[in-house]
């Protein structure tokens, strides 16, 4: 490894963080499928896997998931309005929310064999011999967290997750002309599934192709632009995002996406507003208009402001459809330090809008505004939904044992899981009263162990 000098300090030229390691894995997943690698390429492939997975949190997860559990059924594993900022639950302990959606094998098809294998007491060598043998021991043990919560004897997990829901709220939220005709493509495509998807059309805006033309991989990029893009987003989060989805883009390649996508989608950039010479509007114009003058009831789109000075040493609430307020406490200006790639300040500063939260100052902009505006009303439909299919006595039968995020499970017996699945989409699909306009659409699944294996979900274990 290079070393240089920089102002007495020593730093390295490379690195080995995590995020320089996701984008090398990107880069060799790129040339493998394209051509294939060298020698020298896949050792490197081989040891950043390695480095990236082999000092992973799978092993306390099972650890955690033991000591929450009392007899067999796994304990106090979320806090409610646990993100404070928006009301969403958080998890804690095992971090059920927060579990890989890979899958071992081809669409999973190695899971079921390797939980057999772990719940009849396999050894280290064992499971590291076992297929697919190219995947090191943690990162086995990650994809495995999921399906090691199974459901009691003689039942089943049944399972809805929203299609795209952080997707369709911005455009709902946004109310305008262009938003609508993004929403009429949701709405195209949920009627008709043959119809092009919003990934497949955003995918085809940014490479100037035939929606008919784009492939999965492309439509990738589409998925990844317009959940990183929606709010505010730019280069940088672009790029963070690929990396999720094992994307590499370079600069260059980012920055076009991202001009793309705002061009085809303009009514994104209206939601999100600004606040400048004489120019006031979406949400960033409502926020700072209602901040100017207190006590003054402001729009964007479907959401509104008003700040209060009387209330927290003076605070700025955002309303949602739902009429339930997010706060931000004491809003204010204040110089900050611009901090290099290094994590260390550059010595210039900008200015920039921040409000108090717990554990100091939070910056407060434009695509804050728009993220919790999201995540927020995702929430209220979730509780809205828990709250209906809990207090209904007919559906007693399929009590809900988790949610994750935009995803509700429920516990049935085995033989009614057919009329669970029914009952619980009916129930994902049924609009609050606010919520009108909005188009939903759900997927239901059913297994006896909770995964996101194709293989498992079309022909798993009874």
Not at 46 to 58: I, K, M, N, S, Y
Not at 163 to 190: C, H, M, Q, T, Y
Not at 349 to 370: M, V, Y
Not at 440 to 457: D, F, G, I, P, V
Request: some cysteine; proline content about 4%.
């Amino acid at each position: 490894m290079t070393i240089i000098m920089t102002n007495d300090r020593v730093k390295p030229e490379f690195s080995l963080k995590r995020e320089r390691v996701e984008r090398l894995l990107a880069m060799l997943d790129v040339k493998r499928a394209a051509g294939g690698l060298n020698t020298d390429e896949t050792k490197a492939h081989e040891v950043a896997t390695l480095r990236l997975f082999g000092a992973g949190a799978a092993p306390k997860k099972f650890a955690r998931l033991d000591a929450q559990q009392v007899d067999g059924v796994v304990r106090d594993q979320y806090r409610f309005n646990g993100a404070a900022q928006t009301g969403r639950l958080s998890s804690k302990s095992a971090q059920i929310q927060n579990l890989t959606r890979d899958v071992l094998g081809e669409d999973g098809a190695a899971e079921a064999a390797l939980v057999d294998a772990i719940a009849d007491g396999c050894s280290y060598a064992e499971l590291a011999a076992a297929s697919p043998v190219d995947v090191p021991v943690a990162r086995k043990l990650a994809l495995l967290v999921r399906p090691a919560i199974i459901a009691t004897a003689a039942k089943a997990f049944v399972w809805s997750d929203w299609s795209a829901v952080e997707a369709r709220i911005p455009p709902w939220l946004a109310a305008s002309g262009g938003a609508e005709k993004v929403l009429d493509i949701f709405r195209a495509n949920d009627r008709d599934p043959t119809r092009p998807d919003i990934y497949t059309l955003a995918a085809a805006d940014i490479l100037h192709k035939h929606p008919s033309a784009v492939t999965k991989a492309e439509r990738n990029v589409g998925k990844v632009a317009t959940l990183a893009l929606a709010f505010g987003g730019s280069v940088g989060a672009l790029q963070r995002m690929a990396l999720a989805y094992r994307i590499h883009l370079d600069h260059a390649e980012a920055r076009r996406i991202v001009d793309a996508w705002r061009s085809a989608n303009s009514w994104a950039s209206e939601f999100w507003g600004a606040h400048r010479n004489g120019e006031s509007f979406g949400l960033w114009g409502a926020a700072m208009s209602a901040w100017e003058v207190p006590g003054r009831l402001t729009t964007g789109g479907r959401i509104a402001f008003v700040y209060r000075e009387d209330y927290l040493g003076g605070a700025l609430f955002m309303g949602l459809p739902s009429g339930r307020l997010l706060t931000y406490p004491r809003p204010r200006w204040q110089e900050v330090d611009i901090l290099g790639k290094d994590g260390q300040p550059t010595g210039e500063k900008r200015h920039e809008l921040s409000f108090l939260r717990a554990h100091g100052r939070a910056k407060l902009w434009h695509g804050t505004l728009a993220e919790n505006a999201t995540q927020a009303v995702a929430a209220d439909i979730l509780r809205q939904t828990v709250t209906r299919i809990e207090t209904n006595p007919a559906l007693a039968f399929m009590p809900i044992r988790m949610t994750t995020h935009d995803e509700i499970v429920c516990e049935v017996d085995a033989a009614r899981a057919g009329e669970a699945k029914g009952l619980l989409r009916r129930e994902m699909l049924t609009l609050p009263d606010w919520a009108a306009g909005l188009p939903l659409q759900s997927e239901e699944s059913t297994c006896a162990w909770y995964t996101k294996s194709k293989a498992a979900l079309s022909g798993g274990k009874p």
